[in-house]
């Protein structure tokens, strides 16, 4: 790989912008497709929790900033950063019920998808524009859970898509661009990323113009705007500063999307750096030393942390189109169709699918038709008293209507209670019989793989009412 730092070529003529092939829109509606169909897009707990939070804000007419669905948390400060991501799940569900809330994501996934590509083929067309967009579409395939960062896909692929446009014109972005940090600061936590980026480019404007000083002002105006932007959120600093302080989290590491990639079986972002290593090697690939930077940062994430290949997926193809356009002497023609039929194509090919998950609606993932299956079997008395449940089923418990002990809301609950909560839910009899007296829990749920379980098992005054693969529910003895 090169690391000299050529001129920045210009994106494709404007004559020529009309003729984007086909590519992001098949994309998009491979992703729409995915999601439509996906039986896992609704397998995580913490679904269930955006869902009921988003109902809560509607019923109120309010943000929370206290938890209102624990006992062991109730009344203590929240920061319900997704809380706009929450309505629109919440609404989703009520107009259409899991069908709607898939649907909702799958819209999200498939507009990102296709700004992401649609940019990229300014300078990259054809099969190359097709391995380079399904690589992204790979990379973000793992995340697809129907939960606020998709939600807010899209916007974080607009965003990127405006700062690159800046650059490509040798400019500083739109300070109207700037409003669209309001609406992602809203919606997920992502947003810190967004305002990151602004940094390595326009570092490399500045680095490039002739008029260092103008290039300087016009993009610190631009940031200056878009953290202006961010503090439009219900909790103003706090929920400018809350992306930094859940990095600081201990127990990410403990959760599965904070973990490290692993490379057991081949996945996607293997096949990404297998193949950007073959073309450097092979081909005169060449990037500028900033950009490298920021890909090699980008990689360095995703290694570290798997939900971060989303980031990636979204980055990286708008970064490296036009370097390998360079390395395969690609031509920058493409076959020329109406836009307006492409388009109309692809929401036709939308309405149908839609239409086909709104008929066969999904049905609720077995892990919580298991949780749903062990709240009937409960007694009335006991169902009335406490739960300690496993951290995977807290969200759908409060989706049900059930205060749980715990849930997914790990930057609420600090390292400190859930380093306590981890010596229990392994079955250690002091910490476990400890929270059973502190509470006056009435019941338990857990994975049967748990310690908690055998603990429970052992323990005298309990006894087992559900039990299933997934699930395994106790009840104390009267």
Not at 20 to 48: E, R
Not at 65 to 94: C, M, N, Q, R, V
Not at 343 to 359: D, E, N, P, Q, T
């Amino acid at each position: 790989m090169t690391l000299a730092a050529p001129a920045l070529a210009a994106s494709r003529p404007r004559a020529e912008a009309l003729s984007y092939d086909l590519v992001p829109h098949g994309l998009a509606l491979a992703m729409f497709a995915v999601c439509a169909f996906s039986p896992a897009l609704l397998n995580d707990s913490d679904t269930w929790s955006h869902i009921a939070t988003g109902d809560w804000i509607l019923a109120h007419r309010a943000v929370p900033h206290a938890d209102p669905f624990t006992y062991s948390f109730a009344g203590k400060p929240w920061t319900a950063h997704e809380w706009l991501s929450e309505i629109l799940l919440a609404l989703a569900y009520h107009a259409a019920g899991f069908a709607g809330v898939v649907l909702l994501s799958g819209v999200a996934a498939a507009s990102a998808i296709f700004v992401v590509a649609r940019r990229a083929s300014r300078d990259l067309g054809g099969p190359a524009l097709a391995a380079l967009g399904g690589l992204a579409l790979m990379l973000i395939a793992p995340s697809l859970l129907a939960r606020p960062h998709i939600l807010a896909l899209p916007v974080f692929a607009l965003w990127t898509s405006l700062l690159f446009e800046a650059r490509a014109c040798d400019r500083a972005p739109p300070l109207a661009a700037a409003l669209l940090m309001a609406l992602w600061a809203n919606l997920h936590g992502g947003f810190a990323f967004g305002l990151a980026l602004i940094a390595p480019l326009a570092l490399e404007a500045v680095v490039a113009a002739q008029h260092k000083l103008a290039a300087a002002r016009g993009w610190a105006l631009f940031a200056l705007a878009a953290v202006t932007a961010a503090l439009v959120n219900p909790f103003g600093v706090e929920g400018l500063l809350f992306p930094v302080r859940l990095l600081g989290l201990k127990a990410l590491a403990q959760i599965g999307e904070w973990g490290p990639e692993s490379f057991a079986h081949p996945n996607a972002l293997e096949a990404a750096i297998l193949g950007l290593l073959a073309l450097a090697l092979t081909r005169p690939f060449r990037l500028p030393p900033i950009r490298l930077a920021l890909l090699l940062g980008l990689l360095h994430l995703s290694l570290s942390h798997a939900r971060h290949e989303m980031l990636l997926a979204v980055v990286a193809p708008m970064l490296l189109a036009r370097p390998i356009a360079g390395a395969l002497n690609a031509p920058a023609e493409t076959p020329r169709y109406d836009p307006r039929l492409a388009l109309a194509g692809v929401v036709a090919a939308v309405l149908a699918l839609g239409a086909g998950r709104l008929a066969l609606a999904p049905p609720l993932p077995a892990p919580y038709a298991s949780v749903r299956a062990a709240l009937a079997a409960l007694p009335v008395e006991a169902a009335r008293k406490p739960a300690l449940n496993g951290y995977a089923f807290g969200g759908y418990l409060v989706f049900e209507g059930v205060k749980p002990y715990i849930d997914a809301r790990a930057d609420m609950f600090g390292d400190a209670f859930l380093a306590d909560y981890a010596h229990l839910a392994r079955g250690e009899r002091e910490a476990l019989t400890a929270v059973l007296a502190r509470e006056n829990v009435g019941w338990t749920i857990f994975a049967p793989d748990q310690g908690a379980v055998a603990a429970m098992d052992a323990l005298p005054g309990w006894r087992r009412v559900y039990a299933d693969p997934r699930v395994v529910a106790h009840v104390r003895v009267e």
